[in-house]
C-alpha cells in the first residue's frame, strides 16, 4: 500500500468526512397563502413542516417556491421574469 492511500484512510480522515453537513436552509418565495399557513419569505431549518407537506400535494406549485436560501436573488428574479416556472407558480397561488 502506498503512502498515499494510506493517508486516505487514516482514522483522522474518516472523522472528518462524516461530519454531518449543516441543515440546508429554504425559503418560500410565493405570496402569503391564506390562512396563516405560509408566509411570503418563510424560512425552513430542517426540513419542511408536515402540515405543509400535505398542502404542497394539493398545492404542486408551493414546491416550486421553496428554494435554498443560496439561490433567493436567482429566482426572485426568475418570478419577475413572463414565462418561467416560477413567475407561473407565483401567479398562480396569487390567484387563489
Known sequence: MSDTEEKATTPKDRKASAKPKAAEQLIYVGPSLSGGLLAHNTVF?????????????????????????????????????????????FSRLAAK
Do not use: H
Not at 398545492?59 to 413572463?82: C, F, G, H, W, Y
Open 45 to 89: 431549518r430542517g426540513g419542511i413542516p408536515a402540515q405543509l407537506q400535505e398542502r404542497m400535494e394539493q398545492e404542486p406549485s408551493i414546491r416550486d417556491l421553496i428554494v435554498p436560501v443560496t439561490a433567493l436573488a436567482k429566482t426572485m428574479n426568475k418570478i419577475k421574469q413572463a414565462g418561467t416556472a416560477e413567475q407561473i407558480a
